[in-house]
T-cell receptor
Framework: DAKTTQPPSMDCAEGRAANLPCNHS???????VYWYRQIHSQGPQYIIH???NNETNEMASLIITEDRKSSTLILPHATLRDTAVYYC????????????FGQGTELSVKP | DTAVSQTPKYLVTQMGNDKSIKCEQN?????MYWYKQDSKKFLKIMFS???????INETVPNRFSPKSPDKAHLNLHINSLELGDSAVYFC?????????????FGPGTRLTVL
C-alpha cells in the first residue's frame, strides 16, 4: 500500500507557483521520494525524485524536509497544461521498480 | 518516435472472450511493466519483467498472462474476460542499472468488457 498522504485537490492560478505537499512519515533511510503526474487520459509522467537533498530539474523542484517525513513539489510557474493528478511515491531502490500509486492530488490550474 | 507504444488504444469485447494487448519500447530499457487503472482511477502494478524474466506478479488472476518475446516487448494476454477487467491498462519501461529511476509509460489501452 502507498505510504504517502496528499491533499485530494488543489487550485493554482496560472503563472503562480504550485506547491504540492506530501507526507511520508514512515519513510525509511533507503527510500526515495518520487513524483509523477497524470494528465487526463494519458500515461503517468515522471517529474522528479530525491533522497534527502533538494532537487531541481527543468520541470519542477523537490523540497524534502530535514527529517524526510514530508516533501513539497514546486511547479514554479504553473500553466494550464500542468492541470493533472500529481502522485507522490516512496520507493526503495531495490524494490523491483514497483511504483505504488496513491490517490494523488488533483491540481487545477486556472486562468 | 514514440518511446513506449501500445496497441490497440481501445478494445471493446464481449465477456468470455480472449484478447491481447501489445507493448513495445524503443528506449533500450531492460525492464517492462503492466499497470491497471480502474474506474476509480486507482493505478496498480500487475507485472514486471526484467530481461524477459518475470520479477513482479502482484497476485493477478491467472487469466492474465504476460509474455515477453524480447526485452523490447511485453504483451498482455487475457483469457475469459470478465466485466471487472474493464479498465485502462498502461505499459511502462525503465532501466534497472545503475538504479531504478524514471519509468516511461505508454498511452494506455482502454479495455471495455460488455
Amino acid at each position: 500500500d502507498a505510504k504517502t498522504t496528499q491533499p485530494p485537490s488543489m487550485d493554482c492560478a496560472e503563472g503562480r507557483a504550485a506547491n504540492l505537499p506530501c507526507n511520508h512519515s514512515t519513510i525509511s533511510g533507503n527510500e526515495y521520494v518520487y513524483w509523477y503526474r497524470q494528465i487526463h487520459s494519458q500515461g503517468p509522467q515522471y517529474i522528479i525524485h530525491g533522497l534527502k537533498n533538494n532537487e531541481t530539474n527543468e520541470m519542477a523542484s523537490l523540497i524534502i524536509t530535514e527529517d524526510r517525513k514530508s516533501s513539497t513539489l514546486i511547479l514554479p510557474h504553473a500553466t494550464l497544461r500542468d492541470t493533472a493528478v500529481y502522485y507522490c511515491i516512496v520507493r526503495g531502490y531495490n524494490q523491483g521498480g514497483k511504483l505504488i500509486f496513491g490517490q494523488g492530488t488533483e491540481l487545477s490550474v486556472k486562468p | 518516435d514514440t518511446a513506449v507504444s501500445q496497441t490497440p488504444k481501445y478494445l471493446v469485447t464481449q465477456m468470455g472472450n480472449d484478447k491481447s494487448i501489445k507493448c513495445e519500447q524503443n528506449l533500450g530499457h531492460d525492464t517492462m511493466y503492466w499497470y491497471k487503472q480502474d474506474s476509480k482511477k486507482f493505478l496498480k502494478i500487475m507485472f514486471s519483467y526484467n530481461n524477459k524474466e518475470l520479477i513482479i506478479n502482484e497476485t493477478v488472476p491467472n487469466r492474465f498472462s504476460p509474455k515477453s518475446p524480447d526485452k523490447a516487448h511485453l504483451n498482455l494476454h487475457i483469457n475469459s474476460l470478465e466485466l471487472g477487467d474493464s479498465a485502462v491498462y498502461f505499459c511502462a519501461s525503465s532501466q534497472v542499472a545503475p538504479s531504478y529511476n524514471e519509468q516511461f509509460f505508454g498511452p494506455g489501452t482502454r479495455l471495455t468488457v460488455l
